[in-house]
């Protein structure tokens, strides 16, 4: 399980950003956004409770509880986007490797929409306790510091201001939470580029997304399907 999940980790490489404690706590649900009005939520506001710290971590765990032939990460044209969805926020995946992705996914209406631009996770291998939590958040942070060419758009309107969306996961964590069985992965720490969106209105929407790193790039074509 362990060099299972590290194996498919280690190859999408992901980022955050500096999230802290007075992230303030989002209560009440967004109204429904038209897609001009659509605007990144600031990366300290926090959904349901959950900062947006909090939601990459979660995002990673959701992202790691699936075998590859099941992944949304490994999906080629959108039909696994709905696998283990929670709560009141949907999860757009990433892509293994640098091949541009175009996938069309249906989801309801109400969600928030979480992504990474561009991320990277830190985790334990073979080397049984040689790995801290400090020493995995630092490198974390290093392998994001060079982040290139970040791009965001929400039918064909680009979205702004992306470098102040970096977030970090903040504590150590779990990477095998939810991929259930008796194996740890931790300590585990993530550092990147994500955005939040409200949600969105009910019908069609093209989100184009992705980034850079030294030894990374993802571009993703989402067609969103609002139901």
């Given at each position: 399980m362990r060099s299972?999940?590290?194996?498919?980790?280690?190859?999408?490489?992901?980022?955050?950003?500096?999230?802290?404690?007075?992230?303030?706590?989002?209560?009440p649900p967004e109204p429904t956004a038209k897609a001009g009005d659509v605007r990144p939520m600031p990366v300290r506001q926090a959904v349901g409770g959950h900062t947006q710290?909090?939601?990459?971590?979660?995002?990673?765990?959701?992202?790691?509880?699936?075998?590859?032939?099941?992944s949304p990460v490994a999906d080629r044209t959108g039909e696994r986007c709905g696998a283990k969805q929670q709560g009141d926020v949907?999860?757009?995946?990433?892509?293994?490797?640098?091949?541009?992705?175009?996938?069309?996914?249906?989801?309801p209406a109400g969600k928030h929409v979480f992504f990474p631009l561009i991320n990277y996770v830190v985790m334990p291998s073979s080397c049984e306790g040689c790995l801290?939590?400090?020493?995995?958040?630092?490198?974390?942070?290093?392998?994001?510091?060079?982040?290139?060419?970040?791009?965001?758009?929400?039918?064909?309107?680009s979205l702004e201001?992306?470098?102040?969306?970096?977030?970090?996961?903040?504590?150590?964590?779990?990477?095998?939470?939810?991929?259930g069985g008796p194996v740890k992965i931790e300590p585990t720490a993530?550092?990147?580029?994500?955005?939040?969106?409200?949600?969105?209105?009910?019908?069609?929407?093209?989100?184009?997304?992705?980034?850079?790193l030294p030894s990374l790039r993802q571009e993703l074509i989402y067609t969103l399907i609002v139901e």
């Open positions: 299972l999940l590290a194996a498919l980790l280690l190859s999408i490489a992901s980022t955050a950003a500096l999230a802290v404690s007075t992230d303030t706590l989002y209560a710290s909090d939601l990459s971590v979660r995002w990673w765990q959701w992202a790691a509880s699936f075998q590859y032939r099941d949907w999860f757009l995946a990433g892509t293994y490797g640098s091949a541009a992705t175009s996938r069309t996914c249906r989801m801290t939590c400090e020493r995995a958040a630092a490198k974390a942070q290093q392998m994001t510091d060079d982040a290139m060419g970040l791009f965001a758009e929400l039918d064909g309107r201001s992306l470098r102040d969306h970096r977030v970090a996961s903040g504590r150590c964590f779990d990477l095998a939470e939810r991929a993530s550092n990147g580029y994500w955005l939040l969106l409200p949600p969105l209105a009910k019908g069609p929407h093209t989100l184009r997304f992705g980034g850079s």
